[in-house]
Structures are given as structure tokens and as C-alpha cells.
């Protein structure tokens, strides 16, 4: 498998796979969400997280002009004034009263179950924005027409209750390996991109990592960073053996596990790192200084 975190946060490139944005009723890191904004094909609030979304727009004179796509959830949360405000400017605001799952699991279903349609009308939008059909466009729309994958970027913070940052990432772990999953799921916190590293050999691209103080490469070729070089490898559902390359401290055949030993503030050293792991394990690394919450 591989992993590309840092292609969402890149000005003029295209990310590779379609994403769409899901916005959790947590405080939004607005430095990255500037950032993935300007490349999310679809906005999704989940209930609550529309009051979030409207309060950064109001803070910016964008409330009527910069809309989700979508507000999904059982709709106990969303204030009255947000949602008949939304509803005036016929934002798609679905109710799903379904008990047995979160707000955040009922978006991912919609997303599942909406994901040709987006994708088709992501190419499409970009198609005739530029005239012309370039091969990142060509595979969105031949995707749209086999199998969609539309990956999922969540804006959800980790610096509140304990509870709440764990049920996060107790999703984030769940939907990674539910079949209805409408792709690669990133949890996008204050200062972190966190996502789930799948069994065996797992390749992510680290470009633009700052590194140690006079590394002739510590940038990525256009001067820019992305991440820092902190990351964090847990293993979350219970001990896991792992092997690394391209990190300052490399193991292999280590066992890890919640009491035991877990690898923490470890230090990217290449433009391509690799984790192999016998089970799925989280992987967080840290968000580049100018896009993290202020």
C-alpha cells in the first residue's frame, strides 16, 4: 500500500485520488483547511459541524458564498438559524435517524453511496474549468464509471475530552477496514495527519519534511514544507510486530504494543519511508508549522 499525506496540502498539484472534506462539530484547524479547500471536490458537515463550518464563514464574509455540499447526521445538533440558512441556499441536508451509528458514520455512508455521482461531477467541473481533460481527470472519470474511491479528509480535533479523541480514532480505525468505507480515511487534528497503515508493506511519501539542522535535504524541491519530522507509529487494536526504513530510529521484527513499547517521536530521514506490520497500526506524523490551529 501506499501513502501520499502530503499531496492534499499542495498548491497547484492536484492530489492523485479525489477527496472530500468531512467537517466534525469539533473546533477546525483553519490554517489546514485553507490549505485543503483549495482541493477538496465536496464539503461535508456532519450535523453540528455545519455550525462549525458557518461560523469560519461568517468569520470571513463567505457564509452565503462558500457552501458545504452536503450536512448529514440525526440533526440534533445543527442550531435552527444555521439550518434554515442553509436550507435557503438549497445545501443537500439529509436526516438519518439512525441510533447505531455516529453522525461521522452516517457522512461516510453518504459519501460510500454517493461516491460516483461526486467524482463524476468533480471531472466534469474540472473539465470545463480548463478546457481540456488531463490524465489526473481522465482517471477521476473512468473511477467515477468502474470503482469510486473518493478518499475522506476529517476535520476533528484530539486536544479536547480524552473520550472524544479516542472515539475518533476508534473510527478512523473501524471505517478503515468497513466495506463501506468510500476510500482512504485521514484524520486531519490540530497539528497531525493521522491515518491506519493496512497489513504488510506500507510505502508513504515523505517530501518535504523538515529534518535535522543542516540537511542539504530537508526541503522538498520547491523550498517548501509540509511536515515536520516527527511521526508516530501505535498499535491500536492490540501488539503488532513492525519493520521501518527511512526513519532516524529503523527496527525491524519489533514488537509493539499498549504497555509494552510503542514508537513515538521518531524522526522522518528520507523522502520515502516505509512501515511492514503484521497488523493494522496507526500512523500520525506532524503538520508543517504553518498548518497547524493557531
Excluded at 469560519?56 to 442550531?79: F, H, Y
Excluded at 445545501?91 to 467524482?119: E, F, G, W
Excluded at 516527527?230 to 492490540?238: A, R, T
Amino acid at each position: 500500500m501506499e501513502w501520499d499525506p502530503t499531496q492534499f496540502f499542495r498548491d497547484g498539484i492536484r492530489p492523485s485520488v479525489p477527496f472530500a472534506l468531512l467537517v466534525l462539530n469539533q473546533p477546525i484547524n483553519q490554517r489546514a483547511f485553507a490549505a485543503l479547500n483549495k482541493h477538496a471536490c465536496f464539503t461535508i458537515c456532519a450535523d453540528g459541524g455545519a455550525n462549525v463550518y458557518y461560523d469560519l464563514m461568517k468569520s470571513q464574509d463567505r457564509e452565503t458564498s462558500d457552501l458545504p455540499n452536503a450536512i448529514v447526521g440525526d440533526l440534533d445538533s445543527i442550531l435552527p438559524s444555521v439550518r434554515k440558512h442553509y436550507e435557503s441556499l438549497n445545501v443537500t441536508i439529509v436526516h438519518d435517524p439512525d441510533q447505531y451509528s455516529t453522525d461521522l458514520m452516517k457522512c461516510l455512508k453518504y459519501l460510500r453511496a454517493n461516491a460516483s455521482r461526486i467524482l463524476h461531477s468533480s471531472a466534469e467541473n474540472t473539465s470545463s474549468s480548463k478546457g481540456s481533460t488531463s490524465e489526473i481527470e481522465s482517471q477521476s472519470q473512468a473511477q467515477a464509471q468502474s470503482h469510486p474511491r473518493l478518499d475522506v479528509l476529517i476535520l476533528g480535533g484530539l486536544g479536547g475530552r480524552v473520550d472524544q479523541a479516542f472515539s475518533q480514532v476508534h473510527h478512523l480505525y473501524a471505517m478503515a477496514q468497513h466495506e463501506d468505507s468510500p476510500g482512504e480515511l485521514y484524520l486531519v487534528s490540530e497539528e497531525s495527519i493521522s491515518f491506519i497503515l493496512r497489513t504488510g508493506r506500507n510505502v508513504i511519501q515523505t517530501p518535504g519534511a523538515r529534518r535535522a539542522k543542516g540537511s542539504s535535504k530537508d526541503t522538498d524541491p520547491d523550498g517548501i514544507y509540509y511536515l515536520e519530522e516527527n511521526i508516530g507509529i501505535l498499535p491500536i487494536s492490540g501488539p503488532a510486530v513492525i519493520s521501518t526504513t527511512g526513519f532516524e530510529w529503523d527496527v525491524s521484527d519489533w514488537r509493539t504494543e499498549m504497555g509494552g513499547q510503542i514508537s513515538t517521536s521518531n524522526h522522518i530521514r528520507a523522502d520515502v519511508v516505509s512501515v511492514e506490520t503484521n497488523e493494522r497500526v496507526l500512523f500520525t506524523a506532524e503538520l508543517a508549522g504553518r498548518f497547524k490551529a493557531r
